[in-house]
């Protein structure tokens, strides 16, 4: 767990986090949840639908009758049909801000400039045209940017955010030399690295994205097991 004055985040594996704040827990991109006991959640965001971004049952696992789900267009089926108990469900596309319960919520686009489902149609695994998310929350001026599955994009530059929450693990999102520029990028007062761990690409790129950024502010977050 890392804790930031009014925020405390704890890292759930992969792209999955939970942050609490004001009284609130807020999940984003659950899936695979190991840890036993975690709270039921006033919001969930998923970044986009892919099984393990917007993945029903681990929302299943945290949802409530007072939970808010939140997802861009392409989520809102599985976020409205396959979750059981919500409050409701918000679209949230890039571009687009929410305000709920007091924590401001945007969002700029996450894909793929140059990772390829199909590399002779050069077909993007997240192409830009599907709207996925990078969410942004501003929670009393602290602001977290969650950037999901991308490569580093020209969307990025000088967002400034206070902590930032990037992938690392290669294949369908940035490896460890691209996310280190885009960390550079980014220019955030704290940077975690994510998108590892529950299958995910190997632990150890964690310290390797650490020791490439000697003059950044870079935790690194203890998965959060049983």
Same mark, same amino acid.
């Given at each position: 767990m890392f804790e930031y004055e009014n925020v405390k985040i704890?890292?759930?594996?992969?792209?999955?986090?939970?942050?609490?704040?004001k009284g609130m827990n807020i999940y984003i991109d659950p899936y695979k949840l190991a840890k036993s006991g975690l709270p039921k959640a006033d919001i969930v965001i998923s970044s986009h639908e892919h099984f393990d971004h917007c993945n029903a049952d681990a929302?299943?696992?945290?949802?409530? !009758?007072?939970?808010?789900?939140?997802? =861009?267009?392409?989520?809102?089926?599985?976020?409205?049909?396959?979750?059981?108990?919500?409050?409701?469900?918000? !679209?949230?596309?890039?571009?687009?801000?929410?305000?709920?319960?007091?924590?401001?919520?945007? #969002?700029?686009?996450?894909?793929?400039?140059h990772r390829?489902?199909? =590399?002779?149609? $050069?077909?993007?695994?997240? =192409?830009?045209?599907?709207?996925?998310?990078g969410p942004i929350l501003n929670i009393?001026?602290?602001?977290i940017y969650h950037a999901g599955d991308t490569d580093k994009i020209p969307e990025m530059e000088n967002l400034k955010p206070t902590? #930032?929450?990037i992938p690392i693990s290669g294949t369908?999102?940035?490896?460890? =030399?691209?996310?280190? !520029?885009? #960390?550079?990028?980014?220019?955030?007062?704290?940077t975690i690295p994510m998108h590892i761990g529950r299958g995910i690409g190997e632990l150890s790129y964690i310290d390797e994205? $650490?020791? $490439?950024?000697?003059?950044?502010k870079v935790e690194i977050?203890?998965?959060?097991?049983?």
């Open positions: 704890h890292w759930l594996g992969h792209d999955a986090f939970l942050i609490k704040a929302i299943n696992e945290v949802s409530s !009758e007072n939970t808010t789900l939140i997802g =861009p267009k392409i989520t809102q089926s599985i976020l409205t049909d396959q979750i059981e108990n919500k409050r409701e469900v918000l !679209e949230l596309n890039p571009g687009e801000h929410l305000d709920v319960e007091g924590i401001k919520i945007s #969002a700029v686009p996450a894909y793929n400039i390829f489902r199909d =590399p002779e149609t $050069k077909t993007p695994f997240h =192409p830009k045209s599907s709207g996925h998310i009393d001026g602290t602001r902590i #930032a929450l369908y999102v940035m490896d460890v =030399p691209e996310a280190v !520029e885009a #960390a550079k990028e980014i220019k955030a007062d704290i994205f $650490k020791a $490439k950024l000697p003059d950044m977050l203890d998965l959060e097991e049983d």
